[in-house]
């Protein structure tokens, strides 16, 4: 296989937040990955662990606390005001809320003709044609662009979001949660638009899902978020088959399974009580309070992500043990 070219590299990330006079929320903690030309990264884990913080980091759009983005060779944190400009033409974000994210006073037409015109990249007739070009691609028609986006459904309004993000030609997109606030019916349709979309542009993703069913489909691998911190990265494939980390385990056992009698059979692990606080977080692995295995070690030693198998990273004493 050709020597795969990465894109982006994120190391060691952080981003706190102050909250209160001494209080630091630890939104992200140190988080590693590389995003490889053309494929897709899937970003999981509960509501609150880090996921929109992190992917807004990694487009520039929050300062990180510390740590480097590096895109194409260069740290997005460290860009003047013309590189970031030709960044954001690179690089670009579809939101989770379909019907928050789009002005609901300017046309469709215009909401994905606004990064044409930031960037300058055509105008008048030309610039019609290619809104019209859009909608097309994402499945709508060209009479939407005169209509506002109170006009849509939800699907609809997440095809504009997606044609939006699109009319500037980039080449990564950080898809937060893109289709969490659909119909489980239509779920599927975005997901599949977008690997066309990748397909015919060879555009590379980064694909943030809070739950592991979503992201199965769409990534090649796959990165699972703990309270701001990395605990088990792998292929989509080999993390299906054996998943290591015991959060990831429990999220696994959560996914409902078509076939009704294995489903019967299938034994799920409740993960006991509430995501804890990122704020102060206590040392040791931050997955003790709800983790049958935990022991003395795991509440004083924050275990590191470490290639267990081929590949395979898990951050936990036990799976390390296990897997010597
Ligand atoms: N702008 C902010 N200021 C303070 N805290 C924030 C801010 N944005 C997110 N957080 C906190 O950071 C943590 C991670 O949030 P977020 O990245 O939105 O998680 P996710 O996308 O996984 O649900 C949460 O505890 C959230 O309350
Ligand atoms: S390090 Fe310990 S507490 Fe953390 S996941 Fe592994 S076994 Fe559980
Ligand atoms: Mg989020």
Redesign the pocket.
């Known amino acids: 296989m050709a020597e795969r070219q990465v894109l982006i590299e994120v190391k060691d990330l952080k981003k706190y ?1 102050k ?1 209160g006079k001494n209080a630091v ?1 630890k ?1 992200v903690d140190g988080v590693n990955f590389k995003i490889y030309k053309g494929e897709t990264l899937g970003l999981v ?1 509960e ?7 992190c992917g807004k980091t990694v487009m520039g759009l929050y300062e990180a606390t510390g740590g480097q983005v590096i895109f194409d060779g260069t740290d997005i944190h460290s860009l003047n005001r013309r590189e970031k400009k030709e960044f954001t033409k690179r690089a670009q974000i579809i939101f989770q809320d379909p019907y928050s994210s789009l002005n609901p006073r300017m046309t469709v037409g215009d909401i994905i003709g606004e990064g044409i015109d930031i960037h300058g990249l055509c105008h008048g007739k030309e610039r019609e044609e290619k809104i019209h070009e859009l909608l097309e691609l994402v499945g709508l028609n060209r009479e939407h662009a005169s209509r506002f986006p109170h006009e849509f459904s939800g699907g609809q309004r997440q095809r504009i979001g997606i044609a939006r993000a699109l009319a500037i030609e980039p080449e990564f997109i950080v898809c937060d949660e893109p289709i969490s606030a659909l119909d489980v019916s239509i779920q599927a349709q975005v997901v599949n638009l977008l690997i066309e979309l990748q397909q015919k542009k060879n555009l590379t993703y980064l694909f943030i899902a809070h739950d592991l069913s979503m992201v199965k489909h769409i990534s090649d691998r796959v990165g699972v978020m703990y309270l701001g911190n990395m605990v088990e990265f792998a292929s989509s494939d080999e993390l299906y088959a054996e998943p290591l980390h015991p959060y990831t385990t429990a999220l696994m056992s959560a996914i409902p399974i078509p076939d009704p009698d294995a489903e019967k059979e299938k034994k799920r692990i409740p993960i006991e009580g509430e995501i804890p606080s ?1 704020i102060n977080p206590k040392p040791g692995c931050r997955f003790a309070a709800r983790c049958r295995y935990a022991t003395d070690q795991c509440r004083q030693e924050t275990p590191e992500l470490a290639e267990v198998k081929p590949d395979h990273f898990v951050a936990c004493h036990r799976t390390m043990e296990l897997n010597k």
């Open positions: 937040f909250v929320l939104a884990g509501s609150g662990c880090g996921k929109t913080t990122p």
